[in-house]
Structure formats: structure tokens, C-alpha cells
């Protein structure tokens, strides 16, 4: 069965900086991975998505690379931002469209 | 782009009671829905598939008798949680997948259900 694990599970960062977020997933065999964002009590919203074919994708201050024969994804955000703050998913696509979702990590980023 | 929404978007009900929770697609069409359900600091588990016109498939260890899904149209599947429980409380969530780019899947704004 296929599990995700994201490391740190919270992170705390000045206003400015640069960040990583990693994201592990055991079974190579996925049809894309997708990072997403929660705010606080609402839904998700979809900020990158890479198909299991691409190593990377960019958007705007984003960057999302795949490595799917390791198992691992990162999200890098550019010179963050306080309204960057909230919980980032990301989630394996498997062959059926079920998607598996990982633990998250809690960002803030402090003014 | 496409939508989907979430009625309610917050319910508290009584313990005992039961509660409908609709997801729709508001500008495509879905033969397959998913249900997915948070808890506090926890990631998204998927509970069902819904498939218009058919019955839902179960992730195991969801209770089908408790967690009734129904997919009547392609653009409408309700979750129906009864004899609800202070446990149930939990934040649920739908995606749909858009019958014309079957690998698109689009998430609603969720449901949080409070069972007192």
C-alpha cells in the first residue's frame, strides 16, 4: 500500500527566506504527484502538479521537482511571504485516480 | 475553472441523528466522485468511490451502513452519515472527476461536521 510522508511536519521561517518542503512516497509506481494548499479549515487548493514523466514543474514562486525512482518530491517557495502560511499537502496519483495524501507540513512564515 | 461545492459547509448535529452532506460539480460533468475525511492535524484518507449510477466502493475499515453514498446524477453525490457519533466529527471533503478529462479531479471546500 502506498504511503506518504512529509518531512518537516511544521516549519517556522522569517519573511523572505527560502524554503524546502519534502515529500517521500514508497511505491514508485504513480501517475503524478501533486502539491496542494489548505488553509485553515478550508479546502484544498491545487498548486502544482507533476506528471510521473517530468522531473519539474514551476509556478511563479514555486518550484516542484520529482525523482520517482527514489520516491521524493520537493516544494521550493521563493522568498516567502506571511500569506504563504498554511498547511501544504501533496498527494501520489495512482493508476484508478485514487489519490494518497500525505501528513503535511504546517508553514509560518513570521513578519 | 471547474468548481466544485460542498453543502453544508459546517453542520452540528446531536449524537444518534443523522446528516446529509451534497457535493456538486458546478460547471462539468462527474461520473465519479470521491469522499475523503481529515481529523484534527491529520492528512486526507479517502473513505469511497462514487460512480454515477452504481454502487460506492468502500476503503476498508469505512462502515458502508453507516456512511450512506448515493450518486444519482453526474453532477450530484450526497454522503449521508447516520446514527452519528462524537467520533465521526471530522472534516469531510469531495473531489469529482471531470467525466471529459478523466484525469482531472477537483476538490470542493469540505464539510465540518460536530457531533454533540
Given at each position: 500500500k502506498q504511503e506518504v510522508t512529509q518531512i518537516p511536519a511544521a516549519l517556522s521561517v522569517p519573511e523572505g527566506e527560502n524554503l524546502v518542503l519534502n515529500c517521500s512516497f514508497t511505491?514508485?509506481?504513480?501517475?503524478n504527484l501533486q502539491w496542494f494548499r489548505q488553509d485553515p479549515g478550508k479546502g484544498l487548493t491545487s498548486l502544482l502538479l507533476i506528471q510521473s514523466s517530468q522531473r519539474e514543474q514551476t509556478s511563479g514562486r514555486l518550484n516542484a521537482s520529482l525523482d520517482k525512482s527514489s520516491g521524493r518530491s520537493t516544494l521550493y517557495i521563493a522568498a516567502s511571504q506571511p500569506g504563504d502560511s498554511a498547511t501544504y499537502l501533496c498527494a501520489v496519483k495512482i493508476p484508478g485516480n485514487q489519490f494518497y495524501f500525505g501528513t503535511g507540513t504546517s508553514l509560518t512564515v513570521i513578519p | 475553472g471547474a468548481v466544485v461545492s460542498q453543502h453544508p459547509s459546517r453542520v452540528i448535529c446531536k449524537s444518534g441523528t443523522s446528516v446529509k452532506i451534497e457535493c456538486r460539480s458546478l460547471d462539468f460533468q462527474a461520473t465519479t466522485m470521491f469522499w475523503y475525511r481529515q481529523f484534527p492535524k491529520q492528512s486526507l484518507m479517502l473513505m469511497a468511490t462514487s460512480n454515477e449510477g452504481s454502487k460506492a466502493t468502500y476503503e476498508q475499515g469505512v462502515e458502508k451502513d453507516k456512511f450512506l453514498i448515493n450518486h444519482a446524477s453526474l453532477t450530484l453525490s450526497t454522503l449521508t452519515v447516520t446514527s452519528a457519533h462524537p467520533e465521526d466529527s471530522s472534516f469531510y471533503i469531495c473531489s469529482a472527476r471531470d467525466r471529459t478529462r478523466v484525469h482531472e479531479q477537483y476538490f470542493g471546500p469540505g464539510t465540518r461536521l460536530t457531533v454533540t
Open positions: 511505491d514508485s509506481a504513480i501517475y | -
